[in-house]
């Protein structure tokens, strides 16, 4: 790559992020582990709050549960004491005999002792020994406050000291009243102090937990684990003290027991002056968030460092890759398929690869650093290159000096380059030279791919419609524009029968002469398939061209070896006569066309309001039957088929009725190709199949039931499997059903017709040959394919008796097929001239109106009762609704 020394525009070029990508990386890493610092710090803090908060939750939840358990034990105490109490005051006579001793005794339990006193403070009975100690308190306060005190609350148990043993303890107070009310004695029953420690040391609350019990005026009851000597002492005054306040509270305090700050939870008793307090310190509590800080901590300082390794490394690999970016950078720019230059913003060349050099045809030495852009088109002037195309590259490159522009030069040798050219910050431009000759062409080939046909080279729908809509907004007052929508006539045979290569060739001839037919302002275009249409822009001549169109497509062409003698159907609306509107007018055509191909084809109609009528009824009829199909809304009747030799009902032809509720009797021929065309057909030919089977099963053992098949229906695949699916369900033999399919069906001659057949032919099923000699009759296929019947059209039958030759045609049918063991069956016998005839031929049997029409099933049932069959052969006619 040539460029100019050391220039500091191509060096500050060449050199890249380098340091500055550096700094980025080690301002990236401080910051990351700032904020691992952060995250790390704001954690430890958050866990250690939540450690104590649910600490505090859980002291609080057992001094709840503790309180809630003292309450109902105080409950329990004073419904016993007032029990007790009533039962002396009933025997206070006996109240110092040994009966009444052992009744304190049994009352007492291991919930604390009873102590009766009289009125002078005597103990005059107890539940703890007997004999009794002789301990008088009529002297003390508690004893005459306790006789002169009638408003206090004897549930309420009162903290004093036990004045039997002398400890201090809880104790309930009960006065006993004689008949006159009069006060006969007190009742005292002291709590054990044991009994609080005994539930306090069967909780586990974990390392170094207490539990306390305390008076509301602060007074320490007990404490576990002990802490005997200072039972009795009042920490009102202490740090204790906001436990007292509420009713319950969670909070730190420092412990006067042991002089730590501990976590507490105090709650106090519903119905007692009484406090429960469990705590724990708060080292013990955040044991465990010591073990967590450490373990976030080093979490912390091994991210930090990981972090520290990561980017220091990517910062020595930007740094090892900088050196060797600026020589991939010299090797890339010289290998580019684009030619590269450079300019600064006096316009002098800086820098230029040699691809640069190649797409311009300039030897070797021809441009060097610092030339101004004149001195290059001097160059490219000596190369030979147009100087015109130059000056005007020239003039567009200075007219977009400040913006990106891209311009295309076609040089004289057919190659086309692209010459783009973006500005750089703080001033000059790079340019870049790309070949795209290839990609001209591809494009080319893109645009005619997606606007026209790939096999006939003539526009395609989309390119027609757009046509189509510009020829009809040029349409002036007085100008008429016609449509024409042609369908090339039994395409598809030829396409079935003598392969696609052949239907291509067709098409491809076709198109030609369409193209060659119309004038210079018309238009052909193909819109798929078979499928042709041509847009005349002047329609004052249409009839004339439409024999001519004709008489061109009519004649013979040779493909491939075979030769052919197409002919089409054609549909044409007229503009503005019919409509203005791309859609509507293409409608109008289509309908058009479809009325041409109902009419036998080969032929061309305009398009008449009738036929939009016509549409439309049908459009309501497919609505009906798509109804009726999933309603089920037919029935079957059942056409016997007799042998003309017993003269007995061989089998019947299943026939499908429909009676429409408001239209009446629907002919067959009117919706079977309806349900062919809208997709319905294989759905209403398996119900059929289904009942005829279903029916057929009824009947006496030699006879079979014949069912149509749809050349839709029988090319499926899953066909055979269907067949032995309706078989399976219904239980009829296979060897008693018979198959109806058509000659169009066998024309194909295809692997897969043949495949179907021999499935068939596996399960048992008879396949008959209906409406034989009326198409594309061919002896062949009565030897390829396995046909077990032959099914005489009705119309060699009608004419059997007037006409030698139809006589002559059945005559060779019946030795055909017996030639093939096969049987032969006549249609639309109505006269018994016509049978015994037919017997004289060797016809094996019959079906018509001489013997019976289509009946319903279960005129059917009442026809097969009889035995004679021949003698129900007297000329009848089926009613007009069968």
């Known amino acids: 790559m040539a460029r100019v020394g050391w220039n500091a525009r191509a060096r500050s070029l060449l050199r890249g992020p380098g340091n500055a990508s550096v700094r980025w990386i080690v301002g990236i890493g401080v910051l990351l582990i700032a904020a691992i610092s952060i995250v790390t710090a704001w954690m430890i803090a958050d866990g250690r709050e939540r450690v104590l908060r649910n600490a505090g939750r859980e002291l609080g939840n057992t001094a709840l549960l503790l309180a809630r358990q003292f309450d109902r034990t105080f409950d329990t105490l004073n419904a016993d004491q007032s029990d007790t109490a009533s039962s002396l005051e009933q025997t206070f006579p006996l109240a110092k005999a040994l009966s009444t001793h052992t009744l304190l005794a049994l009352k007492a339990g291991e919930l604390g002792d009873f102590d009766l006193f009289d009125t002078s403070g005597a103990l005059i009975n107890s539940s703890r020994g007997w004999p009794l100690p002789n301990v008088e308190i009529g002297a003390h306060p508690n004893f005459k406050r306790w006789m002169a005190d009638y408003e206090r609350d004897e549930a309420e148990a009162e903290f004093i000291r036990d004045p039997v043993l002398g400890g201090l303890t809880l104790t309930l107070i009960k006065r006993l009243r004689g008949p006159t009310r009069a006060t006969t004695g007190v009742l005292t029953r002291t709590i054990p102090n044991t009994w609080y420690e005994n539930l306090a040391s069967s909780i586990v609350l974990g390392e170094d937990a207490s539990i306390a019990i305390f008076t509301s005026g602060g007074t320490l009851v007990t404490r576990w684990p002990r802490f005997t000597q200072a039972n009795g002492q009042n920490f009102l005054d202490s740090e204790l003290k906001p436990l007292f306040l509420q009713p319950s509270i969670t909070r730190r305090v420092n412990s006067p027991f042991d002089g730590r700050e501990r976590l507490a939870a ?331 191909k109902a009419e036998g084809r080969r032929t061309y109609r305009f398009f008449m309001p009738e036929m939009d009528v016509k549409a439309k009824a049908r459009h309501e009829l497919a609505t009906e039957l798509k109804r009726a199909v999933t309603e089920h809304d037919f029935r079957l009747h059942f056409q016997p088929l007799v042998d003309l030799n017993s003269g007995t009902i061989a089998g019947c032809e299943a026939l499908l009725r429909w009676q429409h509720p408001v239209r009446g009797f629907v002919s067959p021929a009117e919706f079977i190709p309806l349900a062919e065309d809208i997709g319905l057909i294989e759905d209403l030919g398996e119900w059929v199949l289904d009942q005829a089977c279903r029916v057929a099963v009824g009947w006496p053992a030699s006879m079979t039931v014949a069912v149509n098949v749809s050349p839709i229906q029988f090319r499926r695949a899953t066909f055979p499997l269907k067949v032995a699916a309706a078989l399976a369900r219904t239980g009829l033999a296979a060897h008693r059903l018979e198959l109806e399919i058509t000659e169009a069906l066998l024309l194909q001659d295809n692997e897969s017709t043949l495949a179907i057949l021999n499935q068939l032919r596996d399960l048992g099923v008879k396949i008959a040959l209906d409406d034989f000699g009326t198409g594309y009759s061919s002896l062949s296929y009565l030897h390829r394919f396995p046909i077990d019947k032959i099914k005489i059209d009705k119309s060699f039958v009608d004419t059997l008796t007037e006409e030698a030759g139809s006589a002559t045609i059945v005559r060779a049918i019946v030795q055909i097929a017996a030639a093939g063991n096969k049987t032969t069956l006549a249609e639309g016998v109505e006269t018994a001239a016509q049978r015994d005839l037919l017997r004289h031929l060797g016809c094996q049997q019959m079906q018509g109106y001489l013997f019976s029409p289509a009946l319903p099933e279960d005129a059917l049932a009442r026809l097969i009762g009889n035995a004679d069959a021949e003698t129900q052969t007297a000329p009848r006619r089926a009613p007009a609704s069968v």
């Open 266 to 596: 105090a709650r106090m008793l519903t119905k007692q002056p009484v406090f429960v307090v469990v705590s724990r310190s708060v080292n013990g509590v955040l044991s465990s968030w010591w073990r967590e800080l450490w373990v976030m901590v080093a979490v912390a300082c091994a991210s930090a460092l990981a972090v520290a390794v990561v980017l220091f490394q990517l910062g020595r690999q930007i740094l090892r890759q900088e050196t060797d970016l600026r020589k991939r950078y010299s090797i890339a720019v010289d290998n580019m398929a684009q030619g590269l230059s450079l300019f600064d913003s006096t316009g002098r060349l800086l820098l230029f690869n040699q691809r640069y050099l190649d797409l311009y045809g300039l030897p070797a030495g021809a441009l060097k650093p610092g030339m101004r852009t004149f001195e290059i088109v001097r160059q490219l002037q000596q190369a030979g290159h147009d100087p015109h195309l130059l000056e005007s590259y020239r003039a567009f490159a200075l007219k977009h000096a400040g913006a990106r522009s891209a311009f295309e030069v076609e040089f004289p040798d057919g190659r086309t380059i692209l010459i783009t050219r973006e500005p750089i910050p703080g001033g000059g431009w790079v340019t870049t030279d790309e070949e795209i000759t290839e990609r001209k062409r591809s494009d080319s080939r893109i645009h005619h791919l997606a606007h026209y046909d790939d096999l006939t080279g003539l526009p395609n729908r989309s390119s027609f419609r757009k046509h189509l809509g510009e020829a009809l907004n040029l349409i002036e007052p007085g100008d008429q524009l016609a449509l024409l929508y042609i369908d090339i006539d039994e395409f598809k045979i030829v396409n079935d029968t003598l392969g696609h290569p052949v239907g291509d060739q067709l098409l491809q001839a076709l198109a030609d002469r369409l193209r060659n037919c119309v004038g210079p302002d018309d238009y052909v275009a193909r819109l798929g398939g078979d499928e042709f249409a041509v847009v005349m822009a002047d329609a004052s001549d249409i009839r004339e061209f439409v024999a001519k169109l004709q008489a061109t497509l009519r004649d013979s062409i040779d493909c491939a070896g075979q030769v052919l003698s197409p002919d089409a159907s054609i549909g044409i609306a007229l503009a503005p006569d019919h409509s203005c509107e791309v859609d509507d007018l293409i409608a109008k055509a289509d309908l058009a066309l479809y009325a041409a």
